[in-house]
């Protein structure tokens, strides 16, 4: 029989941003145990890490929260403009909800902390770059808690909007929604963004908290 053509899948391409040599080291080795993640650059500044990302266009950055030249969850809109299809997941020593909440306000991922375990840190890449969002444990009620009183936009959403709304507050990720909807990935792409935008928010689990809060998700 003739070899196979199918190809194996691309591994999860990840930016580490971290400006401790030791700790980078580290968190890249434990990531690169598992033949479905790579590290395509390491980059020891929020001003490395934006030319990394545009360069190297990963699924994943991994990005420390203090770094030298700022507060990495600063930069997180940025980078999400670097690369198409980016997401952050910002690493911590220390998380609050209010921490968590400028995360998914920026447009971030999640929130890891750093005493996790490694095999935490790779499902939380893996979960990241499925689309989903990842909070530490006792972070996420918290994180729509601080969310639901915040400012929000116009809430008129059409019936897709509305289906939209329903499959993120059920965690389901671009990729799941469009199967369910049974559009193509780029058209749930743009429903989610116009549901971000009719509620004045800047990530799902954002849009959910205020949706929760107006009773939208009854």
């Known amino acids: ?21 030791m700790v980078a080291e580290a968190i890249a080795l434990a990531l ?42 600063t ?31 920026a447009g971030g991922a ?8 490694l095999d935490e840190l790779q499902t939380a890449v893996r979960q990241v770059a499925a689309g989903e969002v990842v909070y530490g444990s006792g972070l ?9 009183h915040r400012g929000r936009g116009g809430l008129a959403l059409t019936a897709r909007e509305h289906e939209t709304l329903l499959l993120m507050a059920d965690g389901a990720s671009t990729e799941q929604i469009s ?8 058209t749930a792409r743009n429903h989610v963004q116009r549901v971000l935008e009719k509620l004045g928010a800047r990530s799902k689990l954002e849009a959910v908290a205020i949706a929760r809060r107006e009773g939208l998700l009854g």
Do not use: F, W, Y
């Open 75 to 105: 930069a997180i809109s940025k980078l999400t403009a670097a690369a198409a299809g980016v997401r952050v997941l910002v690493l911590t020593g220390e998380a609050t909800a209010a921490v968590a909440a400028r995360v998914a306000e």
């Open 110 to 117: 999640g929130v890891l902390l750093k005493s996790s375990r």
């Open 140 to 148: 996420l009620a918290g994180v729509l808690d601080v969310l639901a």
């Open 1 to 21: 029989m003739p070899p196979s053509s199918t190809s194996p899948p691309r591994p999860i391409r990840v930016v580490l941003v971290e400006d401790h040599d």
């Open 32 to 73: 690169e145990q598992t033949a479905d993640i790579q590290i395509v650059a390491k980059s020891r500044s929020i001003a490395a890490a934006l030319v990394d990302t545009h360069q190297c266009e990963p699924d994943v950055v991994l990005l420390d929260r203090r770094l030298p030249d700022g507060d990495g969850i």
């Open 179 to 186: 199967e369910r909807l049974g559009v193509a990935r780029n």
